[in-house]
């Protein structure tokens, strides 16, 4: 009887031990990521005012943003955004760009320069100069292919593309086409944005379960080219750019934070890159994501 309570008291205090230590460290190691200090991020995600054509869908829908009612609407959200205060913006061009941007920018902040229909000029600058900056940030910059995928030429590539899919008829014949489904999705945004007010349709698209579902595309279809033939990985490895491409824009995000010591930035972006950029500043020690509906509602 006194051996089993011996070895009763010995068992619970085996089992408390381990509760006591786990909740300690997941304590203290809370502790070491809320201490650290953040910098407030706000992705404003965005449709393009002139759109170039370089993405699968075309966009069948325009709104002058130059005119007096679209100028009005945009004016409300560049007040909001002020009332923000970010000490940096970044935009959606390439490093090659800058020096071009950057002259634009003194010109119009001289009063010598007329603003393009487009949002870098349109939101950037304009906030820009609402703000008395001094200059923005390019942010953007080329995803890095595979050597295979862009040693493929159109006829190459088009080759590819019907063994694959064939392969896939075979292998998992109850595969579904997903593209024309949202297709219809990119349509019903880009005809929405005619619809609706400005500010509304940016509190739309910067809604979490609108980014999330938009870019369900990139993990279906030709993501699964591969699938079934034994180490191919064609469609992981061609969708691999587009992920690349929006690690090196939040690489380029941190750039323009250690050049200014902000404590508040904004990104200005297109839409679509949300999905993984959301994700990645989530998941930084460094950054604070801020909620896009609770600066401009």
């Not at 320069?113 to 600058?125: D, T, V, W």
């Not at 900056?133 to 390019?138: A, E, S, W």
């Not at 469609?235 to 902000?262: C, F, H, S, V």
Request: with cysteine; aromatic share 12%; net charge negative.
């Amino acid at each position: 009887m006194k051996n089993l309570l011996c070895k009763s008291l010995l068992f619970i205090l085996f089992i408390s031990i381990p509760v006591t230590v786990l909740s300690f460290q997941q304590q203290d190691t809370k502790s070491l990521f809320e201490t650290y200090p953040k910098t407030e991020v706000l992705l404003l995600g965005t449709f393009h005012f002139k759109d170039a054509g370089l993405d699968s869908y075309k966009p069948q829908y325009d709104i002058d943003i130059t005119s007096d009612h679209r100028q009005k609407e945009l004016h409300e959200i560049l007040e909001k955004l002020s009332e923000f205060k970010p000490d940096a913006i970044g935009l959606e061009f390439k490093s090659e760009h800058e020096e071009r941007i950057l002259t634009n920018f003194r010109k119009y902040r001289a009063g010598d320069f007329e603003l393009p229909a487009n949002e870098i000029y349109q939101i950037g600058f304009r906030l820009a100069g609402m703000l008395n900056q001094n200059r923005v940030y390019g942010v953007d910059a080329r995803g890095r292919h595979y050597s295979n995928m862009t040693d493929l030429s159109d006829e190459e590539y088009e080759a590819q593309e019907k063994k694959y899919i064939d392969s896939l008829k075979k292998f998992a014949p109850g595969t579904k086409e997903w593209y024309p489904t949202y297709s219809k999705l990119y349509r019903y945004n880009d005809l929405k944005k005619t619809q609706i007010p400005l500010i509304e349709y940016y509190l739309y698209i910067n809604d979490q379960d609108i980014i999330e579902r938009s870019h369900g595309i990139y993990i279906v279809d030709s993501f699964k080219f591969g699938m079934g033939m034994p180490d191919d990985y064609f469609g992981p490895d061609m969708k691999t750019a587009w992920y690349n491409r929006n690690l090196r824009i939040l690489q380029n995000i941190y750039l323009m934070i250690e050049q200014t010591k902000a404590e508040r930035v904004l990104v200005v972006i297109g839409s679509g890159h949300l999905p993984i950029l959301t994700h990645a500043v989530k998941a930084s020690p460094e950054l604070k994501l801020l909620e896009v509906r609770d600066i401009l509602k």
